[in-house]
């Protein structure tokens, strides 16, 4: 079946713009992550959606960053006026939800602000 | 304290040998394991997963787990260069969220 996807694969933006990701889970999960890898570091959690409940949202490093979700499904993250420190590859995963299930991710939109 | 630590490498093997990734966590209550395969320039691929004390074998692979020293370890064997990639360890934590270790470098050399 068909795996996680995320648009645009790529992202130039100019610093002060603001940006939408999108994240389209595996058909039937109903839990959505958002996580983030900056160049040469690990990745770091942002948000976990349960349906369209954001139960965790400790990891969105300001109120600049936003996430929805809607009809349990399709995932947006919004970065308001982009900073040069939001370049990096958002990374969206998704998984049935139970407690021991495994995470699948997507490809990754990589942003770059300039 | 990093809550998920693993050595960064480059952990460089022969072909066909034994690599061993390692990885310990800090969080005692931990309940969930995992091992992904990230390629450069790629998202992370789910190898494995283990919840129990102990071993679990797919194919290659070999996870292996013990929650009283707080470790946990990748054994591939039969070692082949399209293995080479960045291996990440990742814990369950708390909501669910995974909590990654920075990676460690697999060179397989023919």
């Known amino acids: 079946g068909a795996g996680v996807s995320q648009s645009p694969s790529n992202k130039v933006t100019e610093k002060g713009k603001d940006v939408e990701l999108r994240c389209d889970p595996i058909s039937g999960h109903t839990a959505l992550y958002w996580y983030r890898q900056s160049l040469g570091q690990g990745l770091e959690f942002l948000i976990y959606f349960q349906g369209n409940s954001a139960p965790d949202k400790s990891g969105l490093p300001s109120d600049r960053f936003s996430a929805e979700r809607t009809g349990g499904s399709v995932s947006t993250l919004t970065i308001q006026r982009t900073q040069q420190e939001d370049s990096a590859v958002y990374l969206c995963?998704?998984?049935?939800?139970?407690?021991?299930?495994?995470?699948?991710f997507g490809p990754g939109t990589r942003l770059t602000v300039t | 304290q990093k809550e998920v630590e693993q050595n960064s490498g480059p952990l460089s093997v022969p072909e066909g040998a034994i690599a061993s990734l390692n990885c310990t966590y800090s969080?005692?209550?931990?309940?969930?394991f995992f091992w992904y395969r990230q390629y450069s320039g790629k998202s992370p691929e789910l190898i494995m997963s283990i919840y129990s004390n102990g071993d679990k074998e797919d194919g290659r692979f070999t996870a292996q787990l013990n929650k009283a020293s707080q470790y946990v370890s990748l054994l591939i064997r039969d070692s082949q260069p399209s293995d080479s990639a960045t291996y990440l360890c990742?814990?369950?934590?708390?909501?669910?969220?995974?909590?990654f270790g920075t990676g460690t470098r697999l060179q397989v050399f023919p």
């Open positions: 995963a998704s998984s049935r939800g139970a407690l021991f299930d495994e995470q699948y």
């Open positions: 969080d005692r209550g931990s309940q969930s």
């Open positions: 990742a814990v369950k934590g708390g909501g669910d969220k995974l909590i």
